[in-house]
T-cell receptor, first 115, second 109 residues
Framework: NAGVMQNPRHLVRRRGQEARLRCSPMKGHSHVYWYRQLPEEGLKFMVYLQKENIIDESGMPKERFSAEFPKEGPSILRIQQVVRGDSAAYFC?????????????FGPGTRLTVL | DAKTTQPNSMESNEEEPVHLPCNHSTISGTDYIHWYRQLPSQGPEYVIHGLTSNVNNRMASLAIAEDRKSSTLILHRATLRDAAVYYCILLLAGNQFYFGTGTSLTVIP
């Protein structure tokens, strides 16, 4: 039973380029969450998606960031025109259903470096 | 939105119990208390969660104060593999986790 998968594990981009981060949730999980972790800090919630729907994007920066979770395929976090401040570890988590008692299963993260 | 407060770091000797405290004085009646840990260069890993009653599982125990304004994660016998950052999190309506900066646990052989 594979866990949450993220790729790439490491991504290097130059300022102004686009970054695409992929997340495949655990089998049977239809809820996906994205978090960002800056160096020496805790994780910050970005967005919560269900299949084909964004449920809560209150943690997403207003510009350059977008997320999707299509009916088929992985969830994608897209960062356009990256800047050095976007350098961070981005974690995806999934859960089978929605609920405050539910465990979220985290992937290994994608470490984005912007040169 | 700092909803939990934890010490920045703690140390424990190997094979001794560890008590990791967390204050969450603004907790509401429906907020669940979750604990996760993060090993270096890995994603967070679920440890335990609870609402009002104390909880036990194979990894740890969670002791929740009667007024729910604080809780304590108990590792019964610390091992070197338990060295990690431990996060105390309130899971609010909307399924959002709010991570603080956590407690970095060092286990001394």
């Amino acid at each position: 039973n594979a866990g949450v998968m993220q790729n790439p594990r490491h991504l290097v981009r130059r300022r102004g380029q686009e970054a695409r981060l992929r997340c495949s949730p655990m089998k049977g999980h239809s809820h996906v969450y994205w978090y960002r972790q800056l160096p020496e800090e805790g994780l910050k919630f970005m967005v919560y998606l269900q299949k084909e729907n964004i449920i809560d994007e209150s943690g997403m920066p207003k510009e350059r960031f977008s997320a999707e979770f299509p009916k088929e395929g992985p969830s994608i976090l897209r960062i356009q025109q990256v800047v050095r401040g976007d350098s961070a570890a981005y974690f995806c988590a999934s859960s089978p259903i929605r609920g405050q008692y539910n465990e979220q299963f985290f992937g290994p993260g994608t470490r984005l470096t912007v040169l | 939105d700092a909803k939990t407060t934890q010490p920045n770091s703690m140390e424990s000797n190997e094979e001794e119990p560890v008590h990791l405290p967390c204050n969450h004085s603004t907790i509401s009646g429906t907020d669940y208390i979750h604990w996760y840990r993060q090993l270096p260069s890995q994603g967070p890993e679920y440890v335990i969660h609870g609402l009002t009653s104390n909880v036990n599982n194979r990894m740890a125990s969670l002791a929740i104060a009667e007024d729910r304004k604080s809780s304590t994660l108990i590792l019964h016998r610390a091992t070197l593999r338990d060295a990690a950052v431990y996060y105390c999190i309130l899971l609010l309506a909307g399924n959002q986790f709010y991570f603080g900066t956590g407690t970095s646990l060092t286990v001394i052989p």
